[in-house]
């Protein structure tokens, strides 16, 4: 035997050793080749990535922003121009919707949250210093969320008819789709419900 062959036949029965299962009564078996390393599935984030990606059509970067979180935000971005202007309606939007959701928790109504079916991203935690702990009782809690409701509902009542329509319609689960996936373009209700938004914004203001 070459010493060539020697050391080959070394490196052969270390890695035979390396993949080996050892089995009671010490004998030892070739490990199967589906055992041992497996790859590692994509992080759940990833995946919520890439699944905006292919629904909205956009670049993995253009996915992180969180105006592409729901529809109302695609609404948003497709019709409003100016990134501080869309972050503004996207506001207004945010603040409906917590008033809606908060008012709906207090009573027996099961709200349908938009975008549901859309995997969210996790975000950066981060702590606010200004937050306290709320010391109210339920129904003192029930009450504010009543209240904040119907300064919001009022607001909304103002609007014209097809902008109050679409924005009520899509906080509450009945209206018209504000975004079309097909298209990926607002539809007519979603640029409805985005000029109501510029005007709740502008009388904000």
Excluded: F
């Excluded at 109302?72 to 917590?98: C, E, F, H, K, P």
């Excluded at 009573?107 to 935690?125: D, F, K, N, R, Y």
């Amino acid at each position: 035997m070459t010493k060539a062959r020697t050391k080959g036949a070394k490196r052969r029965d270390r890695r035979h050793r390396k993949n080996a299962i050892t089995l009671p009564g010490g004998e030892s078996v070739s490990q199967p080749a589906t055992q041992g390393r497996r790859d590692t599935e994509a992080p759940a984030s990833e995946v919520a990535l890439q699944a905006r990606v292919r629904r909205i059509g956009c670049t993995a970067q253009e996915a992180r922003d969180v105006l592409v979180a729901d529809d109302m935000g695609l609404a948003i971005r497709a019709v409003a121009q100016g990134d501080r202007t869309r972050r503004d309606l996207l506001g207004v939007w945010n603040s409906l919707l917590t008033a809606w959701q908060a008012y709906a928790r207090s009573l027996p109504i099961v709200t349908s949250p938009q975008g549901a079916t859309l995997p969210m991203l996790p975000e950066t935690l981060e702590v606010d210093p200004t937050l306290r702990v709320d010391l109210r009782g339920q129904d003192e809690r029930d009450i504010a969320a009543r209240d904040r409701w119907l300064e919001a509902l009022a607001q909304l009542m103002a609007l014209p008819p097809d902008q109050r329509h679409s924005l009520r319609g899509h906080l509450q689960g009945y209206g018209a789709r504000v975004w079309d996936p097909d298209t990926r373009r607002a539809t007519p209700a979603g640029e409805a419900a985005v000029l109501g938004l510029a005007a709740l914004h502008r009388t904000r203001s």
